[in-house]
T-cell receptor, first 115, second 114 residues
Framework: ETGVTQTPRHLVMGMTNKKSLKCEQH?????MYWYKQSAKKPLELMFV???????ENNSVPSRFSPECPNSSHLFLHLHTLQPEDSALYLC??????????????FGPGTRLLVL | AQSVTQLDSQVPVFEEAPVELRCNYS??????LFWYVQYPNQGLQLLLK??????LVKGINGFEAEFNKSQTSFHLRKPSVHISDTAEYFC????????????FGAGTRLAVHP
């Protein structure tokens, strides 16, 4: 248990559906991240938030829309996804940005399948 | 540009045997290095990290890694593995001075057999 929870753990959706992934951290951290983990590929950073403000959007398609209402919660809103978006989506948090060598704490991930 | 290369995509090993998972990195600036482990159906968990100081770093579950600047390597070792060590292992680089952006290797799947 890392202090980062994600719901749902599994999600199957059609290409016309709209769904949301939720991440919550109980560590008092200020920075939160979304990563995509696809088979046979390194983890890809998608979005970074620091004190609720987005600091990085790593060229992610607009069908992925993040939301960070406070430092403890992070959402990823999904709409009109493609089958190639099927992957494990991981949320992580860290105390701050810019502190070199800081550990990121990961949630268990949401396994997404787009049909 | 910075990069991380994990030289083996899969490493099969028998229980109680030693294991080494290899990692090389490329960077023109100082780096911090991490090893994360991902057990089946779980997120990533930090095993150990090198920030500065002693080049031999000890982590959880009996793992250790050695930072070798001249060879730009950060290999992970364990003298005797258990079935429970079966997992995916990621070597990760963080460029010092930058914000907390991690560069992940492709991962090495360690399969421990009885």
């Amino acid at each position: 248990e890392t202090g980062v929870t994600q719901t749902p753990r599994h999600l199957v959706m059609g290409m016309t559906n709209k769904k949301s992934l939720k991440c919550e951290q109980h560590l008092g951290h200020n920075a939160m991240y979304w990563y995509k983990q696809s088979a046979k590929k390194p983890l890809e950073l998608m979005f970074v938030y620091n004190f609720k403000e987005q600091t990085e959007n790593n060229s992610v398609p607009s069908r992925f829309s993040p939301e960070c209402p406070n430092s403890s919660h992070l959402f990823l809103h999904l709409h009109t996804l493609q089958p190639e978006d099927s992957a494990l989506y991981l949320c992580a948090s860290s105390q701050d940005l810019g502190t070199s060598g800081e550990t990121q704490y990961f949630g268990p991930g949401t396994r997404l399948l787009v049909l | 540009a910075q990069s991380v290369t994990q030289l083996d995509s899969q490493v099969p090993v028998f229980e109680e045997a030693p294991v080494e998972l290899r990692c090389n990195y490329s960077s023109s600036v100082s780096v911090y290095l991490f090893w994360y482990v991902q057990y089946p159906n779980q997120g990533l968990q930090l095993l150990l990290k090198y920030l500065s100081g002693s080049t031999l770093v000890k982590g959880i579950n009996g793992f250790e890694a050695e930072f070798n600047k001249s060879q730009t390597s950060f290999h992970l070792r364990k003298p005797s593995v258990h079935i429970s060590d079966t997992a995916e292992y990621f070597c990760v680089l963080h460029v010092s001075g930058g914000y907390n952006k991690l560069i992940f290797g492709a991962g090495t799947r360690l399969a421990v057999h009885p």
